[in-house]
């Protein structure tokens, strides 16, 4: 009988890990801002569309920002009011964790 519930104890425990796992994920500042500003031509996971493949995303947070302001493509410029330079940060980081 105890064996019963300790493997039911820790099934639990996994979906439970799992289930706050999966919310964390869901709420990366990075990845809801990327939602609104880039996936329309980069694609939800960075995988392009419209626009370039993003991943794996090896660039600078600078380099970024610098390719966002003032693009050397048919990318619209995004200006600060638009995006801010926390905001690039956080889309920078979003894309680092996707492989």
Known sequence: MNAKRAVFGGLVLMMSVCTWTIGRAAEDPGQR???????RCHGPEGQGAQGPTLVP??????KALQQIRNPLCDMPAFREKELSDAQVAQIVT??????
């Open 33 to 39: 801002v990327y939602a609104d500003k880039c996936s």
């Open 94 to 99: 979003f894309l680092k964790t996707i492989k």
């Open 57 to 62: 995303f090896t660039w600078s947070y600078e």
